[in-house]
């Protein structure tokens, strides 16, 4: 009997899920990846000067590393010309945090967390990963397609966040909401033109967990994913300029809704 279309499609892309790999760089990265037990690394590459100054990470990360010269340190690793790898630079898996329920539910820190609606620049989601770190949020949701995957960058920019931080990309963020809103949560979605302000509706929302949903830079939320926010937001502006970097805008609403009562 032949397997169904979709069947074989979930097959292959649980098969180069597995087989997917990253290079981590830059110091922080990789010594937070390295001291991090749940990281799958594979393999580790380093200056003489970088090995010294990870001397304790090299230890806890149990993997032996590639000592190489500085000026050939770009023959050895497969990362870009303007990639700043202060001569670290490790392969590992991607990690696996499990299942949006039971983080969002059960996680560590406040019941809070941060939609992304293909927000897709690593820079930027590095960012946000770190504040959501800082202020205590559960998990940073993404769709699969159409957002930042786990790369080099985006590590580099959220400075060990990604290893401490749930970053669950899923396969409909629709879907993704209507999940957290069965489990009580309350989605705020931030939008320029939203009447209601970002401090008025977590006083609606009062003590229940809150989903800041936030979309890229220029098209802002999708109408679906508009649709689908309990109430819509914004942030007020002192002048007509009325815009923020989407990170800016993550950082000061997770500030908002971490201060409450």
């Known amino acids: 009997m032949k397997k169904p279309s979709w069947v074989i499609d979930k097959e292959r892309a649980k098969r180069a899920a597995a087989a997917e790999t990253l290079w981590l760089f ?13 990281r ?17 990470a090299i230890a806890a990360g149990g993997l032996e590393p590639e000592i190489v010269d500085p000026r050939k340190f770009d023959t050895h690793v497969p990362l870009g010309p303007d990639q700043v790898h202060q001569g670290a630079a490790l392969e590992v898996k991607p990690l696996d945090w499990g ?11 406040a019941p809070l967390v941060v939609l992304l609606d293909r927000v897709t620049d690593p820079h930027n989601v590095g960012a946000i990963l770190r504040s959501a770190e800082v202020f205590g949020a559960r998990a940073v949701v993404a769709p699969h ?13 959220a400075s060990g966040a990604l290893e401490r931080q749930p ?14 809103q069965d489990m009580g949560y309350v989605l705020l979605g931030l939008a320029g033109e939203a009447e209601m302000s970002l401090a008025e509706g977590l006083a609606q929302a009062g003590t229940r967990p809150i989903g800041l949903v936030l979309g890229a830079e220029g098209p802002g939320l999708r109408e679906k994913t508009r649709e ?5 937001v914004r942030i ?14 993550a950082a000061i609403s997770l500030y908002a809704a971490a201060q409450r009562a």
């Open 26 to 38: 830059g110091l922080h990265a990789v010594r937070d990846a390295l001291m991090n037990p749940a």
């Open 145 to 157: 397609r159409h957002s930042a995957p786990e790369t080099g960058a985006l590590a580099k920019t």
């Open 236 to 249: 007020p502006f002192a002048t007509d300029f009325g815009s923020l970097n989407v990170s800016n805008a």
């Open 40 to 56: 799958e690394k594979l393999r580790l590459v380093l200056t003489k000067n970088a090995s010294d100054k990870l001397g304790e």
């Open 167 to 180: 970053y669950l990309r899923v396969v409909n963020l629709a879907d993704a909401m209507r999940e957290l």
């Open 228 to 232: 689908t926010c309990d109430m819509l």
């Open 99 to 109: 299942k949006l329920g039971d983080v969002a539910l059960q996680g560590a820190g």
